[in-house]
């Protein structure tokens, strides 16, 4: 009979090698492939993401920087796709009217954060907010209109 000490012990278990699969741990290879993301509740797909896939059982694994930068980059497909306004057009409309994140923010009646969110890439504006931009840039006197009206 094993005594009482050994009995109590859990067997040792070897750390997993850092590119093994976290369903099977069968070793994982560097893949740069189209992954999809959601944006908006539509699946877009992002040409040339580079992740780890396992060949043994199809996970695919993204280290915390490349979710990101799928999702940033998810957001500019989808605004292509959707003929939005991209991220810098909306900077560059913004300094042109001479306002500020905040400012820009209150005239649209939107959170503070959303244009900085905008202008970063981290989230993209609706169709209706887009063609309220556009006017803006397009129509002269849409600046003075909202400003008398926020």
């Avoid at 290879?29 to 780890?52: A, C, D, F, Y």
């Avoid at 939005?84 to 954060?113: K, V």
């Avoid at 905008?118 to 600046?143: C, I």
């Amino acid at each position: 009979m094993k005594p009482l000490s050994d009995r109590n012990r859990s067997p040792r278990r070897s750390t997993p090698p850092d590119d093994a699969c976290p369903t099977c741990g069968k070793a994982m290879i560097v893949s740069k492939e189209e992954l999809p993301t959601v944006i908006n509740g539509e699946r877009v797909q992002v040409p040339g993401v580079e992740h780890l896939h396992c060949p043994s059982c199809g996970e695919i694994v993204l280290p915390y920087e490349d979710a990101r930068a799928l999702r940033e980059q998810g957001v500019e497909v989808y605004r292509r796709q959707h003929g939005l306004l991209t991220a810098e057009d909306i900077r560059t409309l913004r300094q042109q009217l001479g306002l500020t994140q905040a400012q820009l923010a209150t005239l649209l009646q939107l959170g503070l954060n959303t244009v900085s969110r905008w202008e970063s890439g981290r989230n993209v504006q609706s169709g209706a907010l887009d063609l309220l931009l556009k006017l803006l840039r397009d129509v002269p006197g849409t600046l003075d209109y909202l400003r008398r009206a926020a």
